[in-house]
């Protein structure tokens, strides 16, 4: 009965933690609307999900969160240091190939995801055999640091995660 009610129970907190951060108040109606949101949406979703993504250490994931929002604030902070003040001639723009040791879609793509959304990176495309990822960085002057920082920081998290 629970199953059928919360098919996918992370995807109904995150839509009821999203909608409060959204409405930025907290009032009794707002939580009411918002939990019938997160019941309401992954009922009717569900069948799009026939194989639903198994998460290992969910607990992790607020760890890997926190890494990453730190992270998007001290690049930030970079990118606009490199913007402001390094001259053109001496930027080192670099493509990273990023083998992948992940296996499962999803950390595939929050991996894809944690890349494009730190200031400086982007993921540019994926292997057809889905095992590298192509990097754009603007300022790379030792780019295998930067695919061994990818690696241990965000893959080997994403593993304990979702394998």
């Known amino acids: 009965m629970l199953r059928k009610l919360f098919p996918h129970p992370y995807l109904t907190l995150l839509l009821i933690i ?43 994931i607020i760890g890997y969160i926190l890494i990453v929002l730190y992270d998007i604030v001290k690049s930030n902070f970079i990118v606009a240091g490199i913007v402001l003040f390094k001259p053109k001639t001496k930027l080192q723009s670099a493509w990273i190939t990023v083998p992948l040791d992940l296996r499962t879609p999803e950390a595939i793509t929050v991996l894809a995801g944690t890349i494009t959304m730190t200031p400086g990176t982007v993921t540019a495309d994926m292997s057809g055999d889905g095992k590298a990822l192509l990097i754009h960085c603007l300022h790379a002057p030792d780019p295998d640091s930067v695919r061994d920082e990818i690696k241990s920081r965000y893959e080997a998290r994403l593993m304990r995660i979702f394998e």
Do not use: C, E, Q
């Open 18 to 60: 999203t909608w409060m951060l959204l409405v930025n108040h907290l009032k009794l109606g707002s939580l009411v609307f918002a939990v019938i949101l997160g019941t309401i949406i992954p009922i009717i979703t569900a069948p799009y999900w026939p194989d639903r993504p198994l998460l290992r250490n969910p607990v992790a």
